[in-house]
């Protein structure tokens, strides 16, 4: 008996995949009380496949992007398919009779609550504003839930170093930032951007002694500093600074998804589109152990550079050696 070829059995999954796909994107447009149940477990049975078929080594760019674009949906509609398993016991008793992965779909209900609260806050702050209620914000914020206000300090001080940043206007920046270090004692987060505007002005010795200062604040975990430090390093244009500094937070926490999502950022910004998708994807695998929103967020990415003309087109990429002393 001739034994079944591999590589058909693949193309065939393949077609099958890409099948699935079209059915889901099209019951993604509007989910009601009769069409999800098989939305769910349409999500289920193309993640199984898409990840047998990476396994097989199966080119699946062009499927990764289009479920990109599917998780970015979901979350978009997360209250309209918790009304719809509603109608069918409530996503608990769904997830628990149907579901075959831990594909975050399965928790849509949580995300959903995280945004009703989200969107109830902000219409809290809209009434507030209104005259009748006035008074009661005023009682609330003064007495009830008074506002830190050094974290307002502080907020205020890294709103005008970015802009200063933005506009590669670096004396000003350094004006901002050294009367921020002064009005806040020196708060880690002012003393993360003072270093890379001292890097900017080409004087390392000085950046060097505001990233020691900031290592040195036991509240923050390492890994957390460095991964602030590159964050604010890619959106001063120092992309190896970046890099070296997400390379720092790897050897603290090898882990750490904000880390692989900055480097990540930092290939994106360069071309390197491959190594952007790869970081990303780690990012999103990472980001599974209590992060969905990063896990969104990188998954957005991910769909934009899939879909971006030209993003894999053959190029050179420029070898480069971080020095990251």
């Keep these: 008996m001739a034994q079944p070829n591999p590589n058909t059995e693949s193309l065939s999954d393949a077609a ?4 699935q796909l079209n059915e889901l994107e099209k019951l993604l447009v509007k989910v009601n009380s009769n069409t999800v149940v098989r939305t769910l477990q349409l999500l289920d049975t193309c993640w199984l496949l898409k990840e047998d078929l990476r396994a097989r080594g199966v080119d699946l760019k062009a499927e990764d992007g289009l479920w990109a674009g599917f998780e970015f949906r979901l979350s978009e509609i997360a209250g309209e398919i918790v009304k719809a398993a509603n109608t069918h016991g409530g996503m608990a008793q769904l997830r628990q009779s149907l579901a075959q992965t831990d594909g975050f779909w399965w928790t849509l209900d949580e995300l959903h609550a995280e945004q009703t609260r989200r969107t109830l806050f902000r219409w809290l702050r809209l009434v507030g504003g209104l005259a009748v209620l006035g008074l009661t914000v005023w009682i ?48 880690t987060e002012v003393l993360l951007w003072a270093a890379v505007i001292e890097e900017r002005l080409d004087n390392p010795e000085q950046a060097a002694d505001y990233v020691a200062e900031a290592l040195s604040d036991s509240n923050i975990p390492p890994y957390n500093i460095w991964v602030t430090l590159g964050t604010n390093r890619l959106r001063a244009g120092d992309m190896d600074g970046a890099e070296c500094a997400a390379l720092f937070a790897l050897e603290a926490d090898p882990d750490n998804a904000q880390a692989h999502f900055l480097i990540a950022s930092v290939a994106e910004a360069m071309g390197d589109a491959q190594r952007a998708v790869d970081y990303f994807n780690k990012t999103y695998d990472l980001a599974s152990n209590g992060q969905p929103q990063l896990q969104v967020i990188a998954r957005v990415r991910l769909g934009y550079l899939m879909q971006s003309p030209g993003s894999f087109d053959a190029q050179e990429t420029e070898e480069r050696e971080l020095d990251c002393g």
């Excluded at 099958?16 to 099948?19: E, F, I, P, T």
Aim: aromatic share 8%.
């Design 16 to 19: 099958k995949l890409r099948d």
């Design 140 to 187: 609330l914020v003064t007495y009830v839930f008074p506002p830190d206000p050094n974290a307002v300090l502080i907020t205020d001080i890294g709103y005008d170093i970015e802009k200063a940043v933005d506009i590669r206007d670096w004396d000003t920046a350094r004006t901002v930032a050294q009367a921020g270090l002064e009005s806040s004692n020196n708060a």
